[in-house]
């Protein structure tokens, strides 16, 4: 008799420890819940994003060397491509032979515009002298010491005089419109001729291609000697300094999903010994779904309801980054801490900003600038024209 009940008791006593062992698993899950599952969205749909900087002639040409492979790192600025430069060199020095030509032939022009200004003065100087030498005639007239036919000679040399001072007067007017408001080096010849030399700079500029970023070459497919077009896709730099998140979440899931939430994140390729923190910086303006290249036709009478997931932007520190380097396209997995649901989901308040920019296109311009200078300069003779 003792045995079934003994059997009995150890049978209750189990099954009070099992059902004792489930309420504290309740209740430490309902505890985890309430103090941190509640206010956490995660996902493991996320991957590594960043931009891929395209490198792309500006000039067709023929490549006479490829300077940076698949896995370099390339500094800004640094010269990845060549391109034969014979025809863009013998162009830039026509260029600037026209150029200091069209300065000596400017620097004429001013030097016409003092020579007929002192032809207008001696022909003013000359009318002078024909109505004084009239008026000499004319009292010595009087006393019979001189002809009428010289005075009326005296006259005819007055009109002659006259004649000739307009006609320096329109010369030298010609000319100065040629000359008028401006200097040797802002002369519309000149400036012209100049444009010509900065086409012709930028042209021979253009056969070196520098790198755009500082970055990893990637999607390397230009070869020596190949015939390249402008615009043509050579290779590719992505700056993995600046790289980003791109948390794919469920539509389900975004409603207490707010802009700059932190977030904890963890790449696969570290494990979970890496951990990096980022905050939510934007969201997709659309589905996945909605900018793939054959959108879903929701319309149509074959419709399946499918959970959309909605891409999120999360920004990742840049010290974290530094030490622990990531590359597009690894798999990620975030939790988004949503305690602070304050503002709106989508913000229309941030003013634009640069996302990207360089300065290496504007070193050839500078360049011209200078070469154009020291041209005009070293043609334009002594100050003034």
């Known amino acids: 008799m003792q045995q079934p009940v003994e059997r009995s008791s150890r049978r209750k006593r189990a099954l009070s420890i099992v059902l004792l062992l489930f309420l ?11 103090m941190i599952g509640r206010w956490s969205e995660f996902t493991d749909n ?8 395209q490198v792309t002639p500006q000039a ?9 492979d698949d896995t370099d790192f390339v500094k800004e600025g640094d010269e990845l491509v060549r391109l034969d430069r014979a025809d863009a060199q013998v162009a830039l020095e026509q260029a600037e032979a026209q150029l200091a030509r069209t300065v000596r032939q400017v620097r004429g022009f001013y030097a016409s515009d003092s020579q007929l200004g002192a032809t207008v003065a001696q022909r003013e100087a000359d009318l002078s002298r024909a109505e004084q030498d009239l008026v000499r005639r004319e009292h010595a007239a009087a006393s019979g010491a001189v002809s009428r036919e010289e005075i009326e000679h005296a006259r005819d040399s007055i009109a002659m005089a006259r004649a000739a001072l307009a006609a320096a007067r329109e010369q030298l007017r010609g000319s100065r419109a040629l000359t008028d408001g401006t200097t040797v080096a802002d002369h519309p010849d000149v ?3 100049a444009a010509k030399v900065h086409e012709a700079y930028i042209a021979f500029a253009r056969t070196s291609m520098p790198a755009p970023v500082s ?3 990637a999607k390397r497919s230009v070869q020596v000697g190949q015939r390249v077009s402008a615009g043509a896709t050579l290779m590719a730099i992505v700056p993995l300094e600046r790289v980003w998140v791109d948390a794919n979440y469920k539509e389900s899931q975004l409603a207490d999903v707010r802009v700059g939430q932190p977030a904890t994140v963890y790449a696969d390729l570290y494990g979970g010994r890496v951990e990096y923190h980022g905050r939510v910086s934007g969201f997709g303006a659309g589905t996945g779904a909605a900018f793939a290249l054959l959108p879903a036709q929701n319309a149509t009478g074959n419709w399946i309801k499918v959970v959309q997931r909605v891409p999120v932007r999360i920004a990742l520190d840049a010290k974290e980054l530094a030490e622990h ?4 396209g690894l798999s990620l997995r975030v939790d988004i801490d949503t305690h602070d649901r304050n503002g709106p989901r989508l913000r229309s308040d941030v003013p634009p900003q ?11 311009e500078k360049q011209a600038t200078e070469t154009v200078t020291r041209i005009i300069r070293n043609n334009a003779g002594r100050p003034g024209g």
Do not use: D, H, K, S
């Not at 996320?46 to 931009?51: D, L, T």
């Not at 996302?355 to 296109?361: G, I």
């Open 354 to 364: 640069v996302v990207q920019a360089t300065a290496v296109f504007e070193a050839p």
């Open 46 to 53: 996320a991957y590594v994003g960043g931009n891929v900087v």
């Open 215 to 217: 970055g990893f070459v």
């Open 60 to 68: 067709a040409g023929t490549v006479i060397a490829v300077r940076a």
């Open 24 to 34: 504290l698993i309740a209740l430490g899950w309902g505890g985890w819940w309430w």
């Open 325 to 328: 380097p990531l590359q597009i």
């Open 191 to 193: 400036r012209a001729a």
